[in-house]
């Protein structure tokens, strides 16, 4: 019995040429040959796939159909050849990547490094920036963003997650008292770090809340410094102060009006096959954070009194 496949790759060639012999030429194969197995393809589907005239060739109407359909299947079907094919295949040639500057310098470029090692044939590109690149524009292969994504263009991998404590030191509550409630916080001096808009939770929904301060600094460990010497309360990411609420030099606060968990993510340009050097490299960050004492911590409540 004939493969279901025979004729496909060529009538696809020919409708996509408009010409018997410029398919034939770019099958590398015979004009006859692709006329017979159109022939054949036809005769199978018993409808009419194509009018042939002296100088061009057309599609019927029931020939642009299957033409669709056709070109979804090679392209399944190449991608299933690719997809297996990158198992046996090493990462290679150059990776560029993007990534905020303090989380690139403290969790990912050491991943990375580490990476590059298990496969002496890659070439990596790290641009650490707190802007926001375009992939595409910027021809970066991925990108590690943290937070809430807003960019629908690319395809997002979780890498770990990431939730946001707000604290204080137990020296800064006995000189100045603990906030009990959202509103509390205007009498409060705030360490404020890249932005002065803290995300917060009410009545079920997240909510941005301005705060204000007598110091101010880009710089996520520096904040962290500040709030440990006592000089206010702050709002960072876990990773940050997990190991500080754990041993007490820390204290959570306002817990029920802490925000959703957000996370951290890898994304890059949509497509649906990723590059072994892409796809291994994300599956390494994801193994990689979730063993790093950091994150190994876990996020349950701390001692809040």
């Known amino acids: 019995m004939s493969s279901r496949w025979e004729g496909i790759d060529e009538f696809v060639a020919v409708a996509e040429s408009g010409q018997f012999t410029a398919a034939a030429e ?13 022939a054949r393809l036809e005769e199978r589907l018993q409808t009419r796939l ?4 002296t100088r061009r060739v057309t ?6 159909t299957f033409l669709q359909h056709c070109q979804r299947l090679q392209d399944g079907r190449d991608e299933a050849l690719r997809a297996v094919g990158d198992l046996a295949s090493e990462p290679k040639g150059l990776l560029r990547m993007t990534c905020a500057v303090a989380y690139g310098e403290r969790f990912i470029v050491p991943l990375v490094t580490r990476f590059m090692a298990l496969y002496p044939q890659l070439r990596v590109d790290v641009e650490l920036s707190n802007r926001t690149l375009d992939l595409v524009h910027e021809g970066m292969d991925l990108a590690i963003r943290l937070g809430r994504l807003q960019d629908s263009r690319l395809v997002a991998t979780r890498l770990a997650p990431r939730r946001m404590y707000l604290c204080a030191s137990p020296d800064y509550l006995e ?18 770090g890249s932005t002065d808009l803290w995300a917060l939770q009410q009545d079920g929904r997240e909510i941005s809340q301005r705060v204000q301060g007598n110091w101010r600094c880009n710089s996520g460990q520096a904040v962290l410094d500040a709030a440990l010497l006592g000089m206010g ?11 500080h609420l754990h041993s007490g ?3 959570s ?3 029920a009006h802490q925000p959703p968990n957000t996370a951290v993510w890898a994304l890059y340009p949509q497509q649906r096959h990723l590059s072994p050097k892409v796809r291994r490299l994300v599956d390494h960050l994801k193994a990689g954070l979730a063993g790093l004492p950091e994150y190994r911590q876990g996020s349950h409540r701390f001692q809040t009194e």
Request: hydrophobic letters at 35%; one cysteine or more.
């Open 253 to 255: 606060l306002l817990e």
């Open 50 to 53: 194509l009018y042939r005239s």
């Open 233 to 243: 309360l702050c709002q960072l990411p876990d990773y940050y102060v997990l190991e």
């Open 59 to 64: 599609l019927s109407e029931a020939g642009q």
């Open 26 to 38: 770019r099958l590398g194969v015979s004009s006859s040959h692709v006329s017979r197995q159109i």
């Open 175 to 192: 000189r100045y008292g603990r906030p009990h409630s959202l509103s509390e916080l205007a009498r409060h001096n705030c360490l404020v």
């Open 249 to 251: 030099a820390l204290v």
